[in-house]
Structures are given as C-alpha cells and as structure tokens.
C-alpha cells in the first residue's frame, strides 16, 4: 500500500479512492502519472504535513486546500479538489442514490444561550436541563455556562435526510463547541462522521471549496444567507430559531420568547418539517429518471432544483 493510498483510507473507501487516483492520473499532463513518478513532474496532489504522499518531496505549506477537518495536516492542490469532489459526487449518487446536504448548527438546528443571558422569566430552564431530552447544560470553560435547546423536530429531521444526503455540518463555533453540540444530536457519528466544518477551519465566510462535493449536488439549509456570499444558489436560508430572548440581542427585544411564554415553535409543522419537504422535492426532483446506469451528473443539479422550489406555488 502506498503512502498516497494509506492517507487516502482514512478519507475515502478502496472504490472512491481508486477511482480518485485514476481521475488525477488521467488530468494530470502525459507525461507524469505513475506513482512511481518523480518529483519533478508530479502534481502533488495529496500532501499531508507539507510532505506529497505520491513522490515524498517536500511540499510548501499552504499550496493547497487544508482539510485538516477530515485528516489531521492533509493539503490538497486545485486539482485534486475539483477531481475528489466530482468523483465523490458520482459515487455517492450512483452507489449510495445520495446527495448532499450541509447544515448550520445556531438557530437551524438549535440555539445556544449563555446562562446569564437568560432573562429573568427563562430561569426556570436552568432546573429543567436535566430531566428534558430538548434542554442542555454544558460547560464552555472560562467558567461560563451555555443552555442549547435544540429545535422541534430535529432528530426526524436528521434521520430522514440522512437516508437522502450525506451530511455535512458548518458552523462558525469553534470545534470545541461543535463537538459538545454534535454529543447531543449525533452521538454515535451516524450522520456527520467527519464532515465537521467549524471557525477553526473557516473563519471569516462559508464556502463549498471546503465540502469535497460537486457543487451540482450540494443544498445548503442556514438562516443567515450572507455567510454564502458565493454558492446563493445552493442555499435554503430556513426561518431563525430564537428559543431564547437573550438579553444581549437587539432585535428580538420587543417580543417574548418562546421559552418566556413557555411555548415553542411546531413540530411538525414547523421550519425544519417544512424544510425536509423541500429537499425532499429537490432530492426526488434530481434523481427522476433513475440510477440504472451511471449517473450523468452533467444534466442534473440541485441549483435549477432549488430555484423552482423556492417559487411560491
Ligand atoms: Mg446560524
Ligand atoms: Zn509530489
């Protein structure tokens, strides 16, 4: 097994990975290619810790993409982005009959609140954390404390997707507060793996150079549109879940919150079920037709999809 292969087992099965190799191969010039290839006409196309898995030569930092997210120091160039993606995108649609769908965490998922930001009249959450399945406490370090209430629906939400997207999440939290997130709704690493983006890895916008996807067959589901400034077209932006007042917010001092009122948003009528119908609409939309023999990703894209999705009925 060679290095390239050893690094690319932890990211991919042996199918995609080969089918990765012999793309790269076949886009790269003539006249390199084997992996026996020399360093003067390889592409470095996987690098990990500034060392190009195919020829070992040292490689600058930062030439490439970092996915440090899906294995610890790993670079890869232009090309090997464009190809990983584009091939990760057929199998998956052909082999698995699976888009993908990447996720916000706060306020699609859930919202966070520090505990004193609590208003006075949300108190009494603070007692209820522990015997509630929606309700969270959890230490931030620096001796605060943090109360996640996640949204109605959320599990059914994420059990149904997952049987037609592979998923992503992408938030801007840092990956300590991704990871104590990911504890409550993904305890067992079912949905989201690895495919955990968070600030550490993208801190100033969000971006599908970093989803290793074909963008043809990515939807995007965030209430805050402007962090896309360049794949609008792949985002649903879902209504803002605001569970709690949160004393340091502006524009939703006016009116109670939910958890004031002790109500909360529906369940099954609510933003993530109306969502899931969407991408269902999408997903059913972009596999008509069939999977009989490989897809033709070239005639197919969840952008056109969600374009006439969002066209009110
Ligand atoms: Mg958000
Ligand atoms: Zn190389």
């Not at 952008?303 to 009925?313: E, T, V």
Request: with cysteine; net charge negative; hydrophobic share 35%.
């Amino acid at each position: 097994m060679s290095v390239m292969q050893q690094n690319l087992s932890v990211l991919e099965p042996k199918s995609k990975r080969r089918k990765i190799d012999s793309e790269i191969n076949s886009s790269s010039s003539s006249s390199s290619s084997s992996s026996s290839s020399s360093s003067n006409n390889c592409g470095h196309f996987f690098v990990r810790y500034g060392i190009c898995c195919n020829c070992r030569s040292n490689v600058e930092r930062h030439r490439g993409r970092a996915f440090d997210y899906l294995v610890d120091g790993l670079e890869l160039s232009d090309v090997a982005v464009k190809v990983t993606k584009r091939v990760t995108t057929q199998i998956t649609c052909f082999n698995d009959k699976k888009l993908h769908l990447v996720l916000d965490l706060d306020h699609t998922l859930l919202h966070t609140v520090m505990v004193s930001n609590l208003t006075k009249e949300e108190t009494y959450l603070i007692g209820e954390a522990d015997s509630r399945e929606d309700l969270w406490m959890f230490n931030g370090g620096y001796s605060s404390e943090f109360l996640i209430k996640l949204r109605p629906y959320v599990h059914e939400f994420l059990k149904e997707a997952n049987e037609m997207f592979s998923m992503y999440v992408y938030t801007m939290g840092d990956r300590d507060y991704a990871n104590n997130v990911l504890k409550l709704i993904d305890p067992e690493k079912i949905y989201f793996g690895h495919r955990v983006i968070t600030r550490n890895e993208s801190p100033y916008i969000k971006t599908l150079d970093l989803v290793l996807a074909d963008e043809c067959g990515v939807v995007i589901v965030d209430d805050t549109p402007q962090v896309w400034p360049d794949h609008k077209r792949n985002l649903l932006e879902i209504t803002k879940y605001n569970y709690f007042s949160d004393k340091t917010r502006r524009d939703v001092k006016y009116s109670k919150s939910y958890a004031e009122e002790k109500i909360d948003e529906g369940r099954n009528d609510g933003s993530l079920a109306n969502i899931l119908k969407v991408i269902k609409e999408v997903y059913e939309g972009f596999f008509s037709g069939g999977v009989e023999k490989e897809l033709d990703i070239d005639s197919k894209d969840v952008r056109l999809l969600l374009h006439d999705a969002r066209r009110p009925k």
